[in-house]
Each structure stands twice: as structure tokens, then as C-alpha cells.
């Protein structure tokens, strides 16, 4: 008797775990730019949205002046993680300097980086470049050494920095493709790269051939195609998710820019395909 209530205990305890197993999510983040009007008209709400749907962090993109979309740190913070998400990475940055405006800019970031120490943020990535880094070689560079200062400031503090790109970084300037000048004169140890995959596809590029050439160095992907996730079948988001381990990955972010349907509606088709996705992990290595 009694063995027999041990196999049954075993039995349903098999079972439980299994059900949990299941019922995981996968850890799925949006850039919160996807719904930047609702966001503008009524964040908390938005933000409480997001939670509903099943998204488990978020990346900001409405930082200003010590504030998040308004907010001090601590009170976004916890307005993301009472809507059953985390507050993970925000996008960010401040034009290159010159040697009249280093000093303010470098205090620009002091403030900047505080401001997500407080907010608990793992990751800060800065989504542009002005002119000056697409017209020179010279002038890349600078922007380089710039990303390596701050990366420093940011690693001081607990924060990881790093880039995020468009299209253009794919061109050639002076003979040589942006983004590959970009991947090798930045310190791995202070600068990352925010891969977007609709992109750098959309530059002429292949992702696979940059986890090859630079493994490690794409540990934040934008999981992005021309609308919502899958709708165009010009990204083969499965053969993409297949080199995830060598791009290094830790977190993925949807970002949708253009809609066929509402962007509430449409971020959260986009989780729905990658929350079907067999090729699409539970998580990936932090």
C-alpha cells in the first residue's frame, strides 16, 4: 500500500512538474518605442498592457532629464515590475563632443547613468550616431572612442553599453563597411552590439556572417521585420535563431515600427509568434 502511494505521489508530482514546464514564458521583451503614442497619452496604462499580454521586461525609449517618460527612476521601476515585467535595458545617448563641450557631456552621462542605476537597468544602448560618424573615417573613429569612454562610465556602475544600428551602418565609407570599422576599434569589454535584425538585412548584410567574425559581441537582439513579426517573410528568423549561442545573446527585444494593425494589436501578435516559435528558446544565456 504504501509503495503504491509513493509511485502515485511520484506520479502527480511528474505531472505538476510537467504542467510548470509548459506554462513557462518565454523570456520576451519590447521596446517600448513599438507603442510610443500610447505611451506618450498614457504610460502606466501602456505599460500595464504590455504586462497582460506576456511580455516579461522592457526597453525604454523615453528617458530624459533624470526621468523615465516623466517618471523618477524608482517610480517606473516599480510601475514595470508591479505589471509583472522587469525594467531591463533603455535606449539612450548624447552626441559626440568636442573638446569645448567633453566636460558637459561627460557630466550629461554621469546624470544619465545614475538615473538607471536607480531604475535597476542592466543595459544602456544608444541608438544613433550623428553625421560625423558616416562621413569620415576619421570622424568614426572618434565616435569609437567616444562609445569606449562611456562603456567604461557605464561598466564603473554595474550598466553594460552598447550600440544599436540601422541600415546605414552598412555602408562602405573609405573602403570600409561602418559596422565592421565599429566592431573592431570599440572594446568588447565596454561596448556591445544591439543587433537589429530587419537592419542589417535590409543593409545587404548577413547576421550569421557577423556571429562568425565577431562571436559574442550581439547580446541584446532587436527581433524586428518590416511590420509585425513574421508578416513579411523577408527575415528567416529561424535560420537567424539557429547561430543565437555564437552571436552571444542574452535577452530578445521586439521592436515594431510600422503596422497593419494597432500597435497594441500588433506587439502583441509579434510575442504571440515568438511565444510559437519552436525554434525560439525559453531563454538564453545572461
Known sequence: MKKSVTLMGLFFLGLFMAMCSLQKKKEIGLQLYSV??????????????????????VEAAGYSDGKFYGMDPVAFKTLVEESGMKFISSHTGHSLPDSASWDSAMAWWDECIEAHVKAGVKY???????????????????????????????????????????????????????YDFMLRNTDPEKVFFQLDLYWIIEGGKDPIDYFKNYPGRFILWHVKDEKELGASGKVDFERIFS????????????????????????????LLYLQKADFVKNSYGK
Open 243 to 270: 547561430a543565437a549561442d555564437q552571436a552571444g545573446v542574452n535577452y530578445l527585444i521586439v521592436e515594431v515600427e510600422k503596422y497593419n494593425y494597432d500597435p497594441l494589436e500588433s506587439v502583441e501578435k509579434s
Open 124 to 178: 544602456i544602448v544608444q541608438p544613433w550616431m550623428g553625421e560625423e560618424g558616416y562621413q569620415s573615417l576619421e570622424g568614426l573613429k572618434k565616435y569609437c572612442e567616444y562609445f569606449n569612454v562611456v562603456g567604461e562610465k557605464c561598466r564603473k556602475k554595474g550598466i553594460l553599453f552598447g550600440y544599436h544600428n540601422h541600415d546605414k551602418e552598412f555602408r562602405k565609407l573609405e573602403g570600409e563597411v561602418i
Open 36 to 57: 510610443r503614442d500610447a505611451m506618450k497619452e498614457a504610460p502606466a496604462e501602456t505599460v500595464r498592457k504590455v504586462g497582460e499580454m506576456g511580455y516579461t521586461f
